[in-house]
């Protein structure tokens, strides 16, 4: 389990998907977003501009991923 801490209200899944080194950068976002296999707290998800907020949980690729 990887715990993302954010400083912010929220962060948009694209910038997920960079600070958990699933991307290298934000172009490869829209791309990712459509083929990875992704949920946000248990439900499927393919939008990179979606808000994340503290205590969700996401998994990319059977990767978990909680933000604090």
């Given at each position: 389990?990887?715990k ?10 694209g ?44 998994i ?9």
């Amino acid at each position: 389990m990887m715990k993302i801490q954010i400083h912010t209200d929220y962060i948009t899944l694209g910038q997920l998907l960079k600070l958990a080194d699933v991307i290298q950068s934000g172009g490869e976002a829209k791309i990712a977003v459509k083929t990875l296999p992704i949920q946000v707290n248990g439900e499927p998800e393919n939008r990179r501009g979606r808000k994340l907020y503290k205590n969700d949980e996401i998994i990319i690729n059977e990767k978990h991923i909680t933000i604090v």
